[in-house]
């Protein structure tokens, strides 16, 4: 793609984007900015969301005001970053990210920036610090239709890589050299897919074919980087998409390397699972109910989990402790590429421990299992399960129906059985 010097500026009547759509907040720190002699322009994918009818997840800003002047101008501001420095400013809960235009390339002819740049031997940027004007900050953006800005001087949109025809096809295309950009920052690559899944965009050939090269450099990527991007993949409200993709882009294994294997060796049942799985982790998100990452590591970690104990258990032994040596194996494997924070490495070994657990109905030991702390997420678990065709009896049907029921029937359907067949007996000798 050729750069384009000369942007095409967009005036308000020609666009959709509107201030009626835009965060107060949002907005608030655009005019101060603009008041305060600044550029101030609303940038990334709240201006791409918006043009395309979409509620934005966040509000980005850049600015030509730099990290310390936009710290003074805003008591309510951190500045944070090492690898990027920019401006938190705080509204409450809200949080509106002000980052200073960037410069993707040192230009020798500038010498009103600062350089403070480093790349690695693969050319991946472990530091970019190099401040300039939105011309500059264009060609570091990674998608064109992320490069567009909503400018707060006079409601018009700056448009350098012609993204404004890219929403309209729907194309996602990396701007600048596609190699060069993966392996600037290898993310870039499940990004793509992201936003493909996400906005239903396809991936421009030429941006698409170097991800079946470059695969690999995923390796090198930060776990806990891979976890922030791992949750936006996967829930994004298009789980399920997002799996498609990183199969047919063979980038699975570089995320989770034993649910690439279990799919690439044919596991089906494992295959209905995780689809079942990821379609109701979306189901609930676009209802907008709350999902945990510990259901997702749960599911994406179960075949390797689940064969594991089994093997275990052939070695003799005992189911518990089988269940808990597998998934203090297949965990400590998982967080060699991506961080699970405890909190929900915690949540994911009670959802698998409690699986063998729905076979007992009766007694202490199924009331303990119904008031279990989480006992509703194995249980989600469970039933998605038995719908893969893993669970050979009806305990989704019967652990479904006992949740409908009040205390002192569960109470009664959980007696002991010991205590029903004795009951049963004294009866037929009363007749
Ligand atoms: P969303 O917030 O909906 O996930 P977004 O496009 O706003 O999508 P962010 O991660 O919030 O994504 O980043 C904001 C903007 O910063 C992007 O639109 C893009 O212009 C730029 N950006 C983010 N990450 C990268 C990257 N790895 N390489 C280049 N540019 C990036
Ligand atoms: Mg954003």
Known sequence: MAKITQPKIIP???????RDNIDDTALKVLYRLHKAGYRAMLVGGGVRDLLLGHAPKDFDIATDALPEDVKKLFSNSRLIGRRFRLAH???GRDII??????ASQVDENKNDIEVDRAHDDSGRILRDNVYGQLEDDVWRRDFTV??????IADFSIVDYTSAMDDIKNKVLQLIGDPQTRYRED????????RFAAKLGFTIHHDSEQPIFELGHLLADIPPARLYDEVLKLFHSGQGVVSLQLLRKYDLLQYLF???????KQGNEQFETFIHLALESTDKRINQGKPVTPAFLFAAMLWAAVDKLSEDLKQSGEPGTIAMQNASSMVLSQQVRTITIPKRFSMVARDI???QHRFKFRHGRRAKSLLMHKKFRAAYDFMCIRSKAGEVNDDSCEWWTRIQTL???EQDILLKPAKAKARKKKTASKDK
């Open 89 to 91: 400013v705080f509204f």
């Open 186 to 193: 290898p993310v870039r690559m499940l990004r793509a897919i």
């Open 97 to 102: 990210e002000v980052a200073t235009f960037r």
């Open 352 to 354: 698998w421990q409690m």
């Open 12 to 18: 308000r009547p020609e666009h959709a984007v509107s």
């Open 257 to 263: 390397k034993s649910a690439d294997d279990a799919l």
């Open 146 to 151: 992320n490069a567009l800005y909503y400018d």
């Open 406 to 408: 009040g205390p002192q």
